[in-house]
């Protein structure tokens, strides 16, 4: 009779012989087939593929997985594939970019405490909990990628966003983020409290070459794709009528800021309203000037010279003017003044000028597309508009051919709007068909 011990050894035995035919039997048999990618054809009676400046008419798309296969005039789809008609009163259309947002911002409402509220009162679950709202809001209006340009006081948070869209636990554009922002001591709200106590700023603040070098180097192990330096703080009208604006970071800072960012492959966007930040921002070497309120020729030469973007967010500020008779009031004024004049400006000598409208700053619950009918009001053509928002803007963020276009090769971001955007572009407000990444959000 055996053992206790040499029965335990048997059965151990014989559970790893079991286990090793288990094993070998495993990697014998053939392996299955992946799924194959889902097919789905778009019929599209009107079709602007962001390139061309003609509408083009019944044409086919295919999308293959989240990539488009052919785009094609008329045609039959393969075999099996899911047809989507869309009517024919219906646009099609790259899904939308805007490359200037702020998702953890929801307004600056008075009756709601204004910008300092969000800051002092909300614990960062609740502001996140608002940005992914933002995001589907986005999505929403057609708009499948955004550049969002900081947090205002949330840190990384959109970090986490773009990872929680990324993995599919919540719906939201494509997000290219910038994280904390830069400015200097001096250069950022809070402000205006008890000097004893410390406050929240909402950009990361910091002060000389070597220090802002470190501030960008942590921003971007902490997953910037971008960096975004303030360039210029506050603004006022002096004695003679003109916008001034408080310049902040020096030459020799933001040249420490751009060379790191540069050398690790990023971008850096300038926030520069006018006059010695703006020009700081130029010779520092910004890829792009958010805002751009009051470019001078030199500036404008000088964009001409670098290649320098603007993303002139227009329809920001001409919202929310305090009353004339204020100091506040005549700021508000002579900020959309110089503004319309430098957009026409700018757009008469070349510059290179991508869609961007500072939502966030403006409330999440107002149309995106209002932007649009600004641009076209000040001089753009309604085609232009549509670029500088499609493959216009796909270029500034590097992703040409990616997005922005509806073209073989290209992520299936597509968007049908009703009516023609042509004719008026305040049918960009009208999205009745979203498709990110091949995966249809709205119809």
């Known amino acids: 009779m055996l053992s206790r011990k040499a029965v335990l050894c048997v059965i151990l035995l014989f559970s790893s012989t079991l286990a090793t035919t288990a094993v070998a039997q495993a990697a014998a048999q053939p392996k299955g087939n992946p ?89 960062s679950s609740y502001r996140a909990a608002r940005a992914a709202v933002a995001a589907r809001r986005a ?13 205002e006081g949330a840190g990384y948070g959109d970090v986490g966003i773009k990872e929680a869209i990324n993995a599919g636990f919540i719906p939201g554009p494509r997000l290219l983020v910038v994280t904390r922002a830069i400015s200097v001591t001096g250069g950022y709200p809070l402000e205006g409290y008890n000097p004893d106590i410390v ?20 921003q971007l192990e902490n997953g910037a794709d971008w960096i975004k330096v303030y360039m210029t703080h506050r603004s006022w009208v002096d004695k003679e009528g003109h916008l001034v604006s408080q310049p902040t970071l020096t030459v020799e800072e933001l040249k420490a800021v751009v060379d790191e960012a540069h050398g690790q492959q990023k ?49 920001v500020y001409y919202t929310d003017w305090s009353p004339e008779n204020t100091d506040d009031g005549k700021r508000d004024r002579a900020r959309a003044n110089e503004h319309e004049v430098s957009f026409k400006k700018a757009l008469k000598a070349g510059v290179k000028i991508a869609f961007g409208t500072d939502m966030g700053g403006i409330p999440w619950t107002e149309p995106i597309a209002n932007e649009f009918g600004l641009m076209v009001k000040f001089g753009m053509s309604p085609m232009d508009a ?25 992520f299936a971001d597509i968007v049908g709007v009703k ?23 709205k119809q």
């Open 199 to 218: 406050v929240p700023k909402g950009a990361q603040i910091g002060d000389g070459p070597v220090e802002l070098r470190k501030i960008t180097r942590q």
């Open 267 to 315: 971008k850096v966007a300038c926030h520069a309203y006018s006059g010695i930040g703006l020009h700081r921002a130029l010779d520092g070497g910004c890829d792009s000037i958010e805002h751009g309120l009051s470019l001078d020729d030199a500036a404008i030469a000088q964009m001409l010279k670098q290649g320098t973007w603007l993303v002139p967010t227009l329809g």
């Open 386 to 410: 549509i670029k500088s928002a499609t493959s216009t803007a796909a270029n500034l963020l590097e992703m040409k051919g990616d997005i922005g276009v509806i073209a073989p090769g290209a």
């Open 419 to 441: 009516g023609d955007p042509l004719a008026t572009v305040e049918a960009l407000k009208n999205v009745n068909f979203v498709m990110k990444d091949g995966n249809i959000f």
């Open 139 to 151: 999505l929403e209006q057609g708009f499948t990628t955004l550049r969002d340009v900081e947090t």
């Open 35 to 123: 799924a194959p990618e889902k097919v789905i054809a778009v019929r599209a009676s009107n079709l602007i593929d962001g390139v061309s400046s003609q509408v083009r008419h019944n044409v086919l798309v295919v999308i293959k997985g989240n990539k488009i296969e052919s785009v094609t005039a008329g045609g039959n789809p393969p075999a099996g594939t899911t047809i989507i008609n869309l009517p024919a009163d219906v646009t099609v259309l790259p899904g939308l970019i805007d490359t200037h947002t702020h998702i953890f911002l929801q307004g600056e409402d008075p009756a709601e405490g204004g910008y300092d509220i969000q800051l002092l009162k909300h614990p």
